[in-house]
Structures are given as structure tokens and as C-alpha cells.
């Protein structure tokens, strides 16, 4: 046999040997394993029945107490207190016996066996959780800390509520394997866990927007602050519990939590403060989250469900801790006592068949709520302060029903129903931000009337404009669309429902619609009509038909003029399309009737208010265009050091109004009319102003029941609804007309309504040339003696007016800076215009004997921001009041430096007419470059030299450095003040930039700043 095959055999049999005794072991493996499992068994039926007859037993002991001797009471006190001792000993028992999964982990584990029955396993297990808990505590706080004082991109904070959720739905399910294996935690420690990984979700699903950036920091704050506090606490607990084990006075499968325990006293109450600090932090974020969810313009419902979970979690740590702590207290001082020596399997210490249990368990104070009650309560609370910071005390209803609210309750929102009821075929509805469009849709209604046809206006904002597929049900219909165009190429706020509707169906079928569009716009801004081209492109291609030319209106030239020369074309087309002979009453239609009030409560007269009565007296957010806020003027200075003119510097109050505002934001201020210029009108018209009226609308179902806020004064409704400083329209000199005694005045008045040359070229000159308003022209034309209700219904409504912000929210939360130039002109007539709005805020004294002045007012969001990268540069170009949004775009950019950021070039162009005149902001723009701020000022004085310069002159003396600014790093060009001129010069000098130094053609540099402007870098904020 060779020798290598002696050795294989030989090796071979040792192995088969040591194999068959491995497979006896195994079978005694499986036969002691098979005992266990009945011994398993035994004991948990044992411990079952014992608990039951223990059970019987002490109610049987407390049976014979009563009546008992005091030798059987002895012995019966003896027995109780053994039955007392009995729990522990099973409790101690069970912990190393197979346990059930409790409902959490067999949901999520199935019905799998989680117990560990070696005492090393439960260790180890125990300590892995701790060191999870710790490490990515920690990673959570560094993760934090990044996104706040770092960066603040969506994505990453995407990530860090993911690893919050990831992290408490893991920390639940280690918990709840722990407890099944001897671990006491209280259970609203691991239930508050539940809460914060639903929170956590929440927060991932939370939209981006202004509620989330407003919210975001204040949240990473507070998990930062929270994760710092739970390393503090796993420090320090793991060495008082480490303590606590050697001295045999805890369970070594105790753990440290997130809260305050039984055993946490000495060198741990100076984690107290930190723990309620963190409490009152979690009902500060609730509460701010619900001030949030009254906001207008918060529609989530992630910010209503996050300040529930924060109040829950509030109520549940604020409660348990305390609860906590009055135990510790009431018991410190108290000797524990003494309960004897139980044999049995201590986890107090595993390598002891017997110990001394030094703490029972009842030192584990027993909760004073429920885990459902907490949530429960919390629940009922969080709905309590959410409803009382929401709700609205209940108004008085007026004596008259109709005259209650400028608008009824409820609306019908079918248009096509409504139009059925009344009988009415032709809809024409209006997108107006200043009211001209709402104004041009009435004329068109009643022109309908006039050619044998019925009209309504109607505000696309209150109807489903889904139902224009529908219009086809009603014989002979029509809708025509007013629509005004607003800031750069958008639609105005009511319309811009309508707008997403019309971008987002692109499978209505509009086949059935006739239709036909009047756009309202100006040619000096950039995107010139865009909405009213839109509609009547995009109703086009959803299949409707256009049975008229879009109507092109512009403001810059004589807008009145387009909408008279389109309409005198469109209502003869409109007649030949339906078959109708093209008759045209020319009687006066009237729209509203008069009912004066004798006897009226005056405190149910509007005074002013331009939404809910007495609304100025009792302020209640959110503030809007129907609801403004009455802010205090705290400051009205001048800014100029001389001329003629007067630029003022004013400052609005908004403390406690809950008003956001970002830079670039503008704010809108409703202004009221001369007081004299109103007198005026009363003597020339002979009427007592102070009679309290209401016009009531003659279609009874029109949503629009009065044409403003009824009851009221001719005084009031002059003051503060109507428009009696505008020169007015040619409907209104054609209404007026048949009020004139003269012959000629008749004559003039309707020659001036029509869209004849003559009548053109005599309004063009008598009434828009000479700056003529209603009262001027009822003074040159002695003979016209109209109704004042007449009068008050045909008058436009007086509008809010719009500035731009002139300070940044992060430097003054509670305060809004307006930068204007006061107006005030000459006529051919020889009269002196005033401005309504610049000259009532310049007469705002800050205080009015005793009073302090206020301005009503809103925000209006703006797209006129800083680029979202601090780092980009910027480019102000903004002369004379242009600099408005600019002084706040400079105060922002600075406090971003002071907060540690890289901030980009920040330069500016800034023109005016003379350096010791009107060089307004000049020590704060001066300031603002001394410090870095500003890191180039140029300044363009156009009449301080023979040769006038303005800031497009500066740029292009500037080209080289603006130029690398603009197309190597990505700066973005801001452009605020006057469109017709100033705003396309600087387009062309930067045109001309752009041919000189790259290299372009002018079509090519054109084109090049278009996409600018398409990409959010080339932004204006202008008027004409």
C-alpha cells in the first residue's frame, strides 16, 4: 500500500469518528432542545395558572380579613404580602421565556420568534442599539448642521427627513424587540418615536414653496438642537446607569432614552433645562405652524398635520417628564423598602442564581396618561388652538338683506345656469388688475342690451370656466374675453385661474364656443398684450371659433380710442354672425337703482372699508387686495435737499399683522380723494353729501350687487370707492350727455363718444390734452347737471396703488419702506393736478393730532427677486424712484454678509438730475460700498454738465466688467423705473455691448438678451 494512501485512510477514519459523535451530540442537541421546548412551555402555562390562582387566592385573603382575629390577621398579612412579591419573581422568570410578538412587530416581522434567551444575545443586541442610537444621532446633527448654515438646496433636505424617518421607523422596531426581551422603557418613549418618523414623513412630502422656506430653518434648527441634547443624554445616562448596574439597583437591559427617567437624578438635573427647553421648542414650532396655516396663501396640508405632530409631541414629553420628576421628588428621600430575597433568574445580575432586589418595580412610577390619551388630549387641544386662531366672530346682518356685503355668501358658480335662468346669451368676461378691464366688459354687457341681445360681465375667478364647452346649449351665445396683461407677460390675479386652466387641458374640446378676444396692454413693456394673445391662440386650438379679430389695446397710446374704433366694428360683425339686424338703441341703459336710507343704523354704513364692514375696526388677518391691513406711518421725511419736486421716504408699521414680504415684493395702498376736490363736486352737483345711499343692481341675480360697498354716503363713495381725478372715459360723456341744458354741450359730449375723426381728435385735445377730470369738466360745462347717482355709477372704481418695496424683510420683519415722487403738474387749463395717492401719503404725518396716521394696504408678490444663489452677481440699473426694490436688495445682500455668506458682486447704476438736489439714499448707498456691499457705484447726474448722461451711458462706460459679469459669471440684471424710455435705452445699450464685445450681430445680441429674460436673469419692474 503506498505510503500517502495510509495516510488518507488513516486521516479518514479519525474524521468519521469524530463525525459520529458529532451526530450523537447533535441528536442529544435536538432531544434537550425538544425538552426545553416543553419545559418552555410548562413554565409559561405554570406562570399563567399561577397568576390566575394567585389572582383567586387574594381575593379570597381579603374576604377573611374581614372579621379575622388578629392572630389569623397576621398570618393573612403575611400571605398578601408574599402574593405582592409573586409578579417580580414571574416577570424575572418570563424574561427568558419565548414571548409573543406584540401587535407593532408582527406587522412588521410576521409572527417570527424575536426572544433571545442568552443573556449575552440580549446584551449584545441592547448595546448594538445604543451605538446605532448614538452614531447616527450624531450623523443627524452633522447632517443638520450642513443644511443650515451651509447650503439650502430642496434635495438635501429631502434626504436628511428620509434619514429621520428611516431612523425612528428602525428605532421603533429595535424598541419593541428590546421590550419583548427585558428592557423597560416607558411607553411614551418609544410611542413619541411613532410620532416624530410620521412627522418626518410629513416633512418629506411637504411641497417646495414659501410656507417651506419659511418653516425650514426654524425646523433644521430644531433637529439640530434636539440631536445635540440626545448625545448629551446618552452620555451622561450611560454613565449613571453604568453606575446603577454595579450596585445592583438596575437592569442591565436597562437603556437610555430621550427623556428624563426614574433613575436620572444626580449629575443629570442640569439636563433638565435642555429637555424643557426642547419641549417649549416643539409647542413654539406647533404654534407657528398654525399662525402659518391661516396664511392666504398656504394651501398645504403638510403645515396643519406638522403643527398637530409637534403639538403631540409637546404634550406627551412636557407631561411624562414632569410626571417624572414629581415621582423622583416625592421618593428621593423615602428608604426603600425592604422586600426580602426571591430566588429566581435576576437580570440584575446574570451570573447570581439569587440577588437582592434593592428597587422594585413599582419605582417605575406608573404613567399618569395613557399613551391614547396623550395623543388623544394633544389631538383635541391642537384642534382648539387651530380653531380659535382661525375663527371669525360673527357680523352683524344688516336691517337690509340685500345690502349686506358687497358681495353675497354663497355664489353660484355655474355660469351656464345662470345664463339660462336669465334668459342671457352673451358672457363676457374680464382679467382686470387695475379695473380698466372690468370697466371695458360692463360697456360690452350693455352694449349687448342695445342690440337686442342680453349681456353679463363676469370674474373668471368666481365661475368653472370648464362649463365653455357648454355655452353651445344656449342659442345665439357668445363669450368675449377683456383680457389685461400684467407685469411681464402674466395674467392678472383673477385671471390667473383661468390661465393654469387653459395651459392644462389640453383635451377640452371648446368646439361649441364662439368667442372673441379684446387684449389690454402697453406697447412700451416688453411682452406687449401676451395674455390676450394667449387666450385667443390657446381657445383657438382647443377647437373654439373666433367670429371676431383679437382686439389690440394699447395704454401707452390712447387706449380708450382702440377699444371705441374695435367695438364700433365688432357688435355689426357680431349682428351678421347671428342674423340679428344691427339696430343699436342709443338710449341710456342704467345698471344700478337708488334707494336712499333715512333711518339706517350707522353703524352699518361703510365708511371706507373695502371688503367686510367695519373690517378697519376690527382687524383680522390674512390682509389682501378685500381685506388691507391699516399700517402706522412711523416715518415721512423727505429725501431731496432741493427743487421743485418732493421725493418722500415713508415707513409702515407691521407689527402683528402677520404680513410677509420678501425683497422686490410691491405693496399696494388704497389712497382716498381730496376732501376738497369731493366739496367741490357737492356744491357744483347741489346735492348733501352725507345722505346715506345704496345702488342696488336691477338683475337681481348678478353676483355683483352693488358697484362699491353699500350703504353708504355720496361723501364716502366719493372719497374713498370712486375714481373723480381720472379724465373720464367716452361712455361716461355719453351717458352724461342727456343731462346738458346746452344744446352744444349735448352736441360736443356725444361728438366726443363717437369714432368719428372730429370726435377723436376733440377728446384727444379738450378732455385727455388738457388733463380734464369730472370735476373740470363740469365746471367749464355750466349746462350738464347730472344725477349724482348717475354720476356715482358711472365713475370707475378708485384703485389701490402699487410701490415697490424699498427694504428687505431680514432687516426690518415689521416694517415696509416706500420710495415715491410726489405728482403734482399745470394743465393747459391752467389748473393744478395732484396725484391722489402721492399726495395723500405725503400728507400721512406720522402723527395727526394725537392720532397716528395709517395707510390700508397689502402685498402684491412680485417675480422680482435675487437669484437664489448668493454668489451670483448682481446688476441694479434703477434711476431716480427706480432705486426702491434696490435699497433692498442692498440691505439683504448686506445682511447675507453678516450672516457669513459668500455674496457675488453687487453693483449699481443709479441716475438723477443733480448731485445736491435729488441724490436720494446717498449716505446709505455710500455706506453700503464703504463696507463691501455695494462693490461698484455709479452714479449718472444728467444735468449737472452741458452733455446730459444717464445710466446707459454708465453702462456703456462700464462694457468690459458688465459685460465678463453678464456672460462669464452669470449675473442677473435687474432694471426698475420708467418703461417708455429708460428701460428700452438700457436694452440697447446692452444690445450694443453685446455686438462690440461678443462678437454678435444685433439680431444675435437681441436674441442674447431674450434669453436672459427667458431664464429669469434679465428681470424689470417698470411703468409708463
Known amino acids: 500500500m503506498p505510503q500517502g494512501l495510509g495516510v488518507v485512510l488513516e486521516e479518514w477514519k479519525c474524521l468519521d469518528k469524530e463525525y459520529q459523535q458529532l451526530q450523537e451530540t447533535h441528536r442529544m442537541y435536538l432531544q434537550k432542545l425538544d425538552e426545553i421546548s416543553k419545559l418552555q412551555n410548562n413554565c409559561s402555562s405554570s406562570i399563567s395558572s399561577q397568576r390566575k390562582r394567585l389572582k383567586e387566592v387574594s381575593h379570597l385573603v381579603e374576604k377573611c380579613s374581614k372579621g379575622a382575629s388578629e392572630e389569623d390577621a397576621k398570618t393573612l398579612d403575611e400571605i398578601n404580602e408574599k402574593i405582592k412579591m409573586q409578579p417580580n419573581a414571574f416577570s424575572e422568570m418570563e424574561a427568558f421565556l419565548p414571548k409573543k410578538n406584540g401587535l407593532y412587530l408582527s406587522l412588521v416581522l410576521g409572527h417570527v420568534n424575536v426572544t433571545l434567551l442568552s ?81 418626518s414623513g410629513v416633512m418629506l412630502t411637504w411641497p417646495d414653496g414659501n410656507p417651506y422656506k419659511i418653516f425650514r430653518n426654524q425646523f433644521l434648527a430644531y433637529s439640530l438642537y434636539q440631536s445635540l441634547v440626545q448625545c448629551l443624554q446618552c452620555y451622561y445616562q450611560s454613565g449613571c446607569l453604568y453606575r446603577l448596574r454595579a450596585l445592583g439597583e438596575r437592569h442591565n437591559m436597562d437603556l437610555t432614552v430621550e427623556g428624563f427617567q426614574s433613575w436620572m437624578w444626580k449629575g443629570l438635573t442640569f439636563l433638565l433645562p435642555f429637555l424643557f427647553f426642547g419641549h417649549f421648542w416643539q409647542l413654539f414650532n406647533s404654534l407657528s405652524l398654525f ?71 413599582v419605582d417605575e412610577e406608573e404613567p399618569l396618561f395613557s399613551n391614547l390619551d396623550l395623543f388623544l388630549f394633544s389631538l383635541i387641544v391642537g384642534l382648539v388652538i387651530y380653531w380659535f386662531m382661525s375663527r371669525k366672530k360673527p357680523e352683524q346682518i344688516p336691517e337690509f338683506k340685500k345690502l349686506d ?23 363676457v368676461f374680464y382679467g382686470s388688475q387695475t379695473g ?61 385661474d383661468f390661465y393654469d386652466w387653459l395651459q392644462e387641458n389640453d383635451d377640452e374640446d371648446l368646439s361649441g364656443l364662439n368667442y372673441t378676444v379684446f387684449a389690454l396692454g402697453n406697447k412700451t413693456y416688453e411682452h406687449y398684450n401676451a395674455m390676450g394673445k394667449y387666450v385667443d391662440k390657446r381657445l383657438e386650438e382647443l377647437g373654439a371659433k373666433r367670429i371676431f379679430d383679437l382686439g389690440l389695446g394699447d395704454d401707452d397710446g390712447n387706449l380708450e380710442e382702440d377699444f371705441v374704433s374695435w367695438r364700433e366694428q365688432f357688435w355689426p360683425a357680431v349682428c351678421e354672425h347671428f342674423g340679428v339686424e344691427a339696430l343699436g338703441d342709443d338710449s341710456s341703459i342704467r345698471q344700478y337703482e337708488l334707494k ?66 420678501e425683497s422686490g415684493d410691491h405693496v399696494a395702498v388704497f389712497p382716498t380723494n381730496d376732501s376738497a376736490l369731493v366739496n367741490k363736486l357737492g356744491q357744483i352737483l347741489g346735492v348733501d353729501l352725507d345722505v346715506v345711499i345704496s345702488l342696488n343692481n336691477l338683475d337681481e341675480e ?40 346746452d344744446p352744444k354741450d349735448q352736441e360736443n359730449m356725444r361728438k366726443m363718444a363717437s369714432s368719428s375723426p372730429e370726435g377723436k381728435a376733440l377728446y384727444q385735445s379738450w378732455v385727455l390734452g388738457a388733463s380734464r377730470n369730472i370735476l373740470a369738466i363740469l365746471e367749464d360745462m355750466p349746462s350738464l347737471k347730472p344725477p349724482v347717482d348717475h354720476l356715482c355709477e358711472l365713475l370707475p372704481r378708485l384703485q389701490a396703488r402699487y410701490y415697490s418695496i424699498a427694504s428687505s424683510s431680514k432687516v426690518h420683519p415689521n416694517s ?93 447704476f443709479f441716475g438723477c438730475r443733480h448731485k445736491n438736489e435729488d441724490y436720494i439714499y446717498q449716505e446709505e448707498l455710500e455706506e453700503a460700498e464703504k463696507n463691501g456691499v455695494l462693490t461698484q457705484l455709479n452714479v449718472a447726474f444728467s444735468r449737472d454738465q452741458e452733455q446730459k448722461v444717464y445710466v446707459q451711458h454708465l453702462l456703456k462706460k462700464n462694457k468690459e466688467h458688465i459685460w465678463k459679469l453678464i456672460h462669464s459669471d452669470n449675473a442677473h440684471i435687474y432694471v426698475c423705473g420708467d418703461a417708455k424710455n429708460m428701460a428700452k435705452d438700457v436694452q440697447t445699450a446692452l444690445h450694443e455691448i453685446g455686438e462690440e464685445l461678443g462678437g454678435m450681430t444685433r439680431t444675435q445680441a437681441t436674441d442674447y438678451i431674450k434669453k436672459l429674460m427667458t431664464k429669469g436673469r434679465y428681470s424689470q419692474d417698470v411703468w409708463s
Open 119 to 199: 443573556k449575552q444575545s440580549k446584551f449584545a443586541y441592547k448595546d448594538e442599539y445604543e451605538k446605532f442610537k448614538l452614531y447616527h444621532t450624531v450623523l443627524l446633527m452633522l447632517f443638520s448642521f450642513i443644511c443650515y448654515f451651509f447650503v439650502s438646496y430642496r434635495f438635501l433636505d429631502a434626504i436628511l427627513n428620509f434619514l429621520l424617518v428611516w431612523y425612528y421607523c428602525t428605532l421603533t422596531i429595535r424598541e419593541s424587540i428590546l421590550i419583548t426581551n427585558g428592557s423597560r422603557i416607558k411607553g411614551w418613549w418609544v410611542f413619541h418615536h411613532y410620532i416624530s418618523a410620521f412627522l
Open 291 to 361: 399662525r402659518m396655516a391661516q396664511l392666504s396663501d398656504c394651501k398645504e396640508w403638510q403645515v396643519l398635520m406638522c403643527g398637530l405632530c409637534f403639538l403631540i409631541l409637546f404634550m406627551g414629553n412636557f407631561f411624562t417628564t414632569v410626571a417624572v420628576v414629581r415621582h423622583k421628588v416625592n421618593s428621593r428621600n423615602q428608604k426603600p423598602k425592604s422586600i426580602g430575597k426571591a430566588k429566581s433568574v435576576n437580570m440584575t445580575d446574570m451570573d447570581a442564581e439569587t440577588s437582592t432586589h434593592t428597587e422594585p418595580a
Open 405 to 427: 356685503t358687497t358681495a353675497p355668501t354663497t355664489r353660484e358658480t355655474s355660469f351656464i345656469e345662470k345664463m339660462k335662468k336669465t334668459g342671457k346669451n352673451i358672457i
Open 436 to 496: 380698466t378691464g372690468e370697466e371695458f366688459s360692463n360697456r360690452l354687457s350693455k352694449d349687448a342690451q342695445r342690440y337686442g341681445m342680453k349681456g353679463m360681465a363676469a370674474d373668471p375667478e368666481e365661475y368653472e370656466m370648464g362649463e365653455l364647452a357648454r355655452l353651445s346649449e344656449i342659442k345665439n351665445s357668445l363669450a368675449i374675453f377683456c383680457m389685461a396683461t400684467y407685469g411681464e407677460g402674466d395674467p392678472t390675479d383673477n385671471a390667473q
Open 596 to 661: 336712499e336710507h333715512t333711518d339706517l343704523n350707522m353703524n352699518k354704513v361703510y365708511t371706507g372699508e373695502i371688503g367686510r364692514l367695519k373690517s378697519f375696526e376690527v382687524q383680522k388677518p390674512p390682509f389682501d387686495s378685500k381685506n388691507p391691513f391699516l399700517a402706522p406711518v412711523t416715518v415721512n421725511r423727505r429725501l431731496n435737499k432741493g427743487g421743485n419736486r418732493h421725493l418722500m421716504h415713508l415707513e409702515l408699521d407691521i407689527t402683528g399683522s402677520k404680513i410677509r414680504y
Open 702 to 741: 348678478s353676483n355683483k350687487k352693488h358697484p362699491f360697498p353699500c350703504p353708504t354716503t355720496y361723501r364716502t363713495a366719493l372719497t374713498h370707492y370712486l375714481d373723480i381725478t381720472h379724465p373720464p372715459r367716452t361712455n361716461v360723456l355719453y351717458e352724461l350727455a342727456q343731462y346738458a341744458s
Open 816 to 908: 415696509i419702506h416706500i420710495c415715491a415722487v410726489v405728482v403734482e403738474y399745470e394743465t393747459v387749463t391752467g389748473r393744478i393736478n395732484k396725484g391722489v395717492a402721492t399726495n395723500w401719503l405725503k400728507n400721512k404725518l406720522v402723527t395727526d393730532n394725537g392720532h397716528k396716521s395709517t395707510v390700508p394696504m397689502y402685498i402684491r408678490k412680485s417675480q422680482f427677486r435675487l437669484p437664489f444663489k448668493t454668489t451670483n452677481p448682481v446688476i441694479m440699473i434703477g434711476p431716480g424712484t427706480g432705486i426702491a426694490p434696490f435699497m433692498g436688495f442692498i440691505q439683504e445682500r448686506g445682511w447675507l454678509k453678516q450672516q457669513g455668506k459668500e455674496v457675488g458682486e453687487t453693483v449699481m
